[in-house]
């Protein structure tokens, strides 16, 4: 059984920056790619970034250049490095490996 278990949520103000955190323990060889998604209050869950096993990254058009996705070295963890955040941004945002395993989500709030 896969665990993803997402961390470093919280509540910041516009313009501030999260670090997300997706802590995992898999043989690299299951892995296909780590993707982060998010969903806000009342709505359906989005896509927001995605690295594949071979370093590709991917971005939704909301995101992109506020919002960087990388792993560390040994495909351990998986990070969503989140900045320039608006109030748009604030959703639960969940962990998924290989559009088979979720995590349980950790919230970013974005307010002032």
């Known amino acids: 059984q896969v665990q993803l278990v997402e961390s470093g949520g919280a509540s910041v103000q516009p313009g501030g920056s999260l670090r997300l955190s997706c802590a995992f323990s898999v043989s690299v060889f299951r892995i296909d790619y780590v993707g982060w998604y998010g969903q806000a209050p009342g709505a359906q869950r989005e896509w927001v970034a995605t690295?594949?096993?071979?370093?590709?990254?991917n971005y939704a058009n909301s995101v992109k250049g506020r919002f960087t996705i990388y792993r560390d070295n040994d495909w351990n963890t998986v990070y969503l490095q989140m900045n320039v955040l608006k109030p748009g941004d604030t959703a639960v945002y969940y962990c998924?490996?290989?559009?088979?395993?979720w995590g349980k989500g950790t919230l970013g709030a974005v307010s002032s």
């Open positions: 690295i594949t096993r071979g370093g590709t990254t």
């Open positions: 998924n490996m290989s559009a088979i395993y």
